[in-house]
């Protein structure tokens, strides 16, 4: 009986095992083999169909936003005179398929006769499943601001495709020469709504935008004293934060809005000072027998990049914010100043005498890969985008000198400043929503 | 346990064993097919616009009239035919009509064939339409009609292996991913594509970039490769790595 048993349990285990065997080998056959593929694109421009905007205004507005994302590189535009669809008939991707297009703007605006109220209501389309990536509806109260209201436009739109915030409403501050005086000015990215702001000065250097954008430091000379200024811009209140017979020269603001730097030859030659602008507590960086100009602090505020004769040229620097670990950072080029930090950190963009004019170029703050932006006349005092992917410069191309903007690889450029108007000294405000 | 007891037992596992063989390889068992191995090739059979020759003789001089491309109205023709979406899929050539019916009698026979020949007719000029579009705006041939990877007639009949199919499956993404931005920070996103017996894609994303936007421009380019051509081996997945580094296009495998 128990060897009766015992040859069941056998005949089990043999059966057993050849199921498990059964189920191990289907399994092996439906295990599938997963290939693997790497596909690399460093970007390349959208196809985008930007159908004006109905009603009476639609055409400024869509001209606005259209030269805004035009001056971006990053969208390739669909000639309207393909366009199939009518601009006020409901979005058919059907439609737009046939052109390529992977996007679509349209829209319409109105405007209120007795009010001055102009609403603009602005569809963004993806053409592959007809999905609105952009549906809103944009209210001004007055036609005055019809181009905040555009460009408020621009940088929802620019948001939605590239997953960036746009830099469609910042700022550029600059001086300019104006009844023999220099004034300080304020106008839009592209050259928009020019505003002299009535500050003055029989010179004026350098205007920094404080990190959150609120006030404006610059350096003036009245009646034969050199002051360094704050501005107030809500209020239009102006400070005097230090004043010397020595020159002084605004460098920058540390990240944190409340200290600065600056640059004075209080001690002889040109040296390099922090600043407590609560306490006026003034404390030297760096003072050596060469000359220390032009300091610009590392948007994380742990470097200052500077220009320094102390090899026997004006040449681009960087140290630590106590002034020490100086590190030499351009070697081509024999007169290379007035550096400015990208927003990330990534890039240093200076002026470079090259070929008896100045030339702008970008360079690592390790000192790797410079790169020449411009060709074209003088080109002097860069400034970077708050996004960094342009830069705003100062250039004598047509004879006089002008503001001029271009995207950070060189491309786009233009002039923007007011013809007639002889600016210098741009500076980019940090972004605004 | 004695030896007939065992030697039974070996015969019924060597059955239990050759049974899971068969079932393995071939049985269409219970209406699943589970093939264990792959075939060395696979003939794809490709979709083709309808021929367009069987209209020649029913219209000449809508086909054969040479345009002087004005390209915008061949657009706006196009619009007409494009909307309704169901008219715009080739049909297969055997359901076109042979020939014209005579005038005079339209039964419902020809008014069937009428309706196919106007079909016919506005794809002749849809496909006119895209070509001009395409020309107008510079745009590299193929982007709008090989996006998809398929349909490409040059490519029908033949067999291709799977590192084939996997190329050209990363050139079609490489065609559809237009990720609109230049920056210095680089992102990936990481996608496991299934691909069925007809070429039909489903996706699912593995690692995010941490980037929504990024991640919408991959969704984006595996979803216009969406059907691709049959692979030559069902049940195929590819897992992609999707990134904008500048690094050169590298087939890990």
Redesign the interface.
């Known amino acids: 009986m128990t060897r009766i048993k015992?040859?069941c349990l056998?005949?089990l285990l043999?059966?057993v095992?050849?199921?498990v065997?059964?189920l191990f080998?289907?399994g092996r056959?439906?295990a599938?083999?997963?290939?693997?593929?790497?596909?690399?694109?460093?970007?390349?421009?959208?196809?985008v169909a930007f159908q004006s905007l109905t009603g009476r205004f639609g055409p400024q507005v869509s001209a606005i936003i259209r030269d805004d994302l035009e001056f971006a590189g990053?969208?390739e535009f669909?000639?309207e005179?393909?366009f199939?669809?009518d601009p006020s008939a409901p979005f058919?991707r059907?439609?737009w398929?046939?052109?390529?297009a992977?996007a679509v703007i349209k829209g319409s605006t109105e405007f209120d006769e007795a009010s001055g109220r102009l609403t603009a209501t602005v569809f963004l389309f993806?053409t592959?499943?007809g999905s609105a990536l952009v549906r809103k509806k944009y209210t001004s109260e007055s036609l005055d601001v019809m181009r905040t209201l555009s460009h408020t436009i621009s940088n929802d739109i620019y948001k939605?495709?590239?997953?960036?915030d746009g830099v469609f409403l910042s700022k550029i501050a600059f001086v300019a020469e104006d009844d023999g005086r220099k004034w300080l000015y304020v106008m839009d990215y592209d050259g928009g709504r020019p505003r002299r702001l009535g500050i003055t000065g029989d010179l004026m250097l350098g205007p920094r935008w404080s990190p959150d954008g609120g006030r404006l430091m610059y350096s003036a000379q009245r009646g034969g004293q050199w002051g360094i200024y704050m501005l107030l811009i809500p209020t239009m209140t102006e400070t005097l934060l230090y004043v010397s017979e020595s020159t002084l020269m605004a460098g920058d603001f540390f990240p944190d809005g409340h200290r600065v730097v600056l640059s004075s030859t209080v001690r002889g030659t040109s040296d390099i000072y922090s600043y407590e602008i609560g306490n006026g507590k003034l404390q030297k960086v760096i003072g050596t027998r060469a000359i220390e100009v032009s300091p610009t602090v590392s948007p994380d505020g742990g470097k200052i990049a500077f220009v320094s004769d102390s090899d026997g040229e004006p040449q681009i620097y960087t140290m630590d914010k106590n002034g020490y670990n100086i590190v030499r950072v351009t070697f081509e080029g024999k007169y290379n100043t007035s550096p400015v930090w990208s927003s990330?950190g990534?890039r240093i963009t200076y002026s470079g005498l090259n070929g008896g004019k100045n030339q702008i170029f970008t360079v690592s703050p390790d000192g790797q890969n410079p790169k020449r932006l411009t060709e074209k006349g003088n080109n002097e005092d860069p400034s970077f985008s708050p996004d960094e992917?342009f830069v705003a410069f100062t250039s004598d191309r047509d004879g006089r000198k002008g503001i001029y903007v271009m995207r950070a690889?060189g491309g786009g450029q233009r002039k923007i400043s007011p013809p007639g108007l002889k600016a210098s000294m741009p500076r980019w405000s940090p972004a605004r929503d | 346990m004695t030896d007939s007891l065992f030697k039974a037992s070996i015969a019924a596992s060597l059955l239990l064993h050759a049974g899971a063989l068969i079932y393995a390889s071939k049985a269409d068992i219970f209406g699943i097919r589970r093939p264990l191995v792959p075939p060395d090739s696979y003939t794809v059979s490709l979709v083709s616009p309808p021929k367009l020759e069987v209209e020649k003789p029913q219209k000449p001089e809508a086909v054969s009239a040479p345009k002087p491309e004005p390209k915008i109205s061949a657009i706006e023709k196009t619009a007409a035919i494009n909307t309704p979406k169901p008219k715009a899929a080739p049909k297969p050539p055997a359901t076109q009509p042979k020939a014209a019916s005579k005038p005079g009698t339209p039964s419902s026979a020809d008014k069937a064939q009428s309706a196919d020949r106007e079909y016919a007719e506005g794809y002749v000029d849809y496909l006119r339409g895209l070509e001009s579009a395409k020309k107008s705006m510079g745009q590299a041939s193929g982007d709008i009609v090989s996006k998809s990877g398929a349909a490409r007639p040059a490519e029908a009949e033949r067999s291709i292996d799977i590192d084939e199919y996997s190329a050209d499956f990363q050139l079609a993404i490489e065609d559809n991913f237009r990720y609109p931005s230049f920056d210095d920070k680089v992102y990936e996103t990481v996608a496991l594509v299934s691909f069925d017996r007809e070429g039909n894609l489903t996706y699912g994303i593995e690692e995010g970039s941490g980037n929504i936007v990024f991640d919408r421009y991959a969704e984006r380019a595996i979803q216009m490769a969406d059907p691709f051509k049959p692979p030559p081996k069902p049940g195929l997945k590819i897992r992609l790595r999707i990134s904008n580094d500048k690094n050169k296009v590298e087939l890990l495998k």
């Open positions: 015992s040859n056998n005949s043999i059966i095992s050849a199921v065997s059964f080998w289907t056959a439906g599938e083999e997963i290939i693997e593929i790497e596909v690399s694109s460093p970007g390349r421009r959208l196809p990053l969208f669909t000639r005179n393909l199939i669809e058919n059907l439609n398929n046939i052109l390529g992977d993806d592959l499943d939605a495709l590239t997953g960036s990330s990534g992917r690889d």
